[in-house]
């Protein structure tokens, strides 16, 4: 079974300064997803990024990178000129991609307090 | 419906009570998941439908807990005879078949008293 760790339950950072939230993982699968999820105080989940594993190329969403290093198995999420808005709890997912799977379950991790300070 | 809707937002219920979550997903989305959210933890998978496929309810954690999706649309999460440990935000998510992510809706705050 896959596992998700993120090892830094709470983290602060400076209105546009730069920081990076870890996650690790545990598969013995070659292709599958990783997905940043974002959930404000509002409680809804909203997908910041993604990642595919056969892509060796980092995905980017604006001021959102990932860093992705397949052979350590780990997936840090830096977050650019952080906003007071980028206050959340972040959650490291990951899925598996097998085709003949009709089950596209998220495994996540406990998640990230993140906290900007003005 | 433009996004995921759940309902009620908050529910609070006595021990040994009966409760009944509702999912709305998205118009058009086959597939509908539920978690469970605990209090400092991560989200837990409960149950996964996918069209008229039988669900996947591996992660119920005991048999008070049911679900069903009628119409392959709105699904109602039960919860039999709650306890106190049952208290967490339940969340539901919806997607397209092979979409790589899903929606989820804004969930349902439990609180067994």
């Known amino acids: 079974a896959q596992t998700v760790t993120q090892s830094q339950p709470e983290m602060s950072v400076q209105e546009a300064e730069t920081v990076t939230l870890s996650c690790t993982y545990d598969t013995s699968e070659s292709d599958y997803y990783l997905f940043w999820y974002k959930q404000p105080p509002s409680r809804q989940m909203i997908l910041v990024i993604r990642?595919?594993?056969?892509?060796?190329q980092n995905a980017t969403e604006n001021r959102f990178s990932v860093n992705f290093q397949k052979a350590a198995k780990s997936f840090s999420l830096k977050i650019s000129d952080s906003q007071l808005g980028d206050a959340a709890m972040y959650f490291c997912?990951?899925?598996?991609?097998?085709?003949?799977?009709?089950?596209?379950?998220?495994?996540f991790g406990k998640g990230t307090l993140l906290t900007v300070n003005p | 419906g433009a996004g995921v809707s759940q309902s009620p937002s908050n529910k609070v219920t006595e021990k040994g009570k009966d409760v009944e979550l509702r999912c709305d997903p998205i118009s058009g989305h086959t597939a509908l998941y539920w978690y469970r959210q605990s209090l400092g933890q991560g989200l837990e998978f409960l149950i996964y439908f996918q069209g008229n496929s039988a669900p996947d309810k591996s992660g119920l954690p005991s048999d008070r807990f049911s679900a069903e999706r009628t119409g392959g649309s709105v699904s109602t999460l039960t919860i039999q005879r709650t306890q106190q440990e049952d208290s967490a935000v339940y969340l539901c998510?919806?997607?397209?078949?092979?979409?790589?992510?899903?929606?989820f809706g804004s969930g349902t705050r439990l609180t067994v008293v």
């Open positions: 997912a990951y899925r598996s991609y097998v085709r003949a799977s009709s089950n596209y379950k998220l495994t």
């Open positions: 990642q595919e594993a056969y892509k060796q």
């Open positions: 998510a919806s997607s397209l078949r092979r979409q790589n992510g899903y929606t």
